[in-house]
T-cell receptor, first 108, second 113 residues
Framework: GQNIDQPTEMTATEGAIVQINCTYQTSGFNGLFWYQQHAGEAPTFLSYNVLDGLEEKGRFSSFLSRSKGYSYLLLKELQMKDSASYLCAAYNDYKLSFGAGTTVTVRA | DSGVTQTPKHLITATGQRVTLRCSPRSGDLSVYWYQQSLDQGLQFLIQYYNGEERAKGNILERFSAQQFPDLHSELNLSSLELGDSALYFC????????????FGQGTRLTVV
C-alpha cells in the first residue's frame, strides 16, 4: 500500500517563496511527481524526481530524499496565477498514487 | 492542450443507470490511467492499462470496469450508478509503462441525480 502526506493549505505573499513538503511510504517506489491543479481543471505536470537531490525548472524546484521518504516542491517569486492545488504523487508497482493536495493561496 | 481527449465533458444521469466514459491518449502513448476525483477528495487511482493489457488496479468498484482497445483508446464503464459516484473522472496517458510524465485529459464531470 501507500501513504502520502502533504499539508492541506498554505498561504504566501506575491513575490515570496513557498515550500510544500511531502512524505511518502510506499512499496516498490520508483519516482516522485509533482502536479499543479487549478480548481475544476486537469492536473498538469511540474516535476519528476527518481534520484536523490534537487531538480530545478525555472521558478519551480523539487527535491527528493529516498532514504527519508521525503520530497518538497519549492515555488519561488510567487505570482497570483500560482494559486492552485499542488499534488505530490508516488509511482510504485505501476500505480501513480496521489496525495490529497496542498492548496496554495497567493495574496497580493 | 495535453493531447489527451476525454468525452463527454459533462454527463448527467439517474441512479441505477450505466454510462461509458471515453479516453483517447496522446499519440504514441501506450499507457492509460483512470482516476476519480470527488469534491474535497484527492485523485483516486482506479486502473491502468498498458498496450491493451490491464497493468494495475486501485480502488475500483466492482460496478466499474474498463478496457483498452487495439487503437489504444480506453473506455471506463460505470454501472448501477449511485449518488456517490458523482465526481470528475480523469484519464491520463504516458508513453511508457510508468515512471514517466503522465498527461491528463480535461476530465468528464459525472453528475448522478
Amino acid at each position: 500500500g501507500q501513504n502520502i502526506d502533504q499539508p492541506t493549505e498554505m498561504t504566501a505573499t506575491e513575490g515570496a517563496i513557498v515550500q510544500i513538503n511531502c512524505t511518502y511510504q510506499t512499496s516498490g517506489f520508483n519516482g516522485l511527481f509533482w502536479y499543479q491543479q487549478h480548481a475544476g481543471e486537469a492536473p498538469t505536470f511540474l516535476s519528476y524526481n527518481v534520484l536523490d537531490g534537487l531538480e530545478e525548472k525555472g521558478r519551480f524546484s523539487s527535491f527528493l530524499s529516498r532514504s527519508k521518504g521525503y520530497s518538497y516542491l519549492l515555488l519561488k517569486e510567487l505570482q497570483m496565477k500560482d494559486s492552485a492545488s499542488y499534488l505530490c504523487a508516488a509511482y510504485n508497482d505501476y500505480k501513480l498514487s496521489f496525495g490529497a493536495g496542498t492548496t496554495v493561496t497567493v495574496r497580493a | 492542450d495535453s493531447g489527451v481527449t476525454q468525452t463527454p465533458k459533462h454527463l448527467i444521469t439517474a441512479t441505477g443507470q450505466r454510462v461509458t466514459l471515453r479516453c483517447s491518449p496522446r499519440s504514441g502513448d501506450l499507457s492509460v490511467y483512470w482516476y476519480q476525483q470527488s469534491l474535497d477528495q484527492g485523485l483516486q487511482f482506479l486502473i491502468q492499462y498498458y498496450n491493451g493489457e490491464e497493468r494495475a488496479k486501485g480502488n475500483i468498484l466492482e460496478r466499474f470496469s474498463a478496457q483498452q482497445f487495439p487503437d489504444l483508446h480506453s473506455e471506463l464503464n460505470l454501472s448501477s450508478l449511485e449518488l456517490g459516484d458523482s465526481a470528475l473522472y480523469f484519464c491520463a496517458s504516458s508513453d511508457q509503462d510508468g515512471n514517466t510524465e503522465a498527461f491528463f485529459g480535461q476530465g468528464t464531470r459525472l453528475t448522478v441525480v
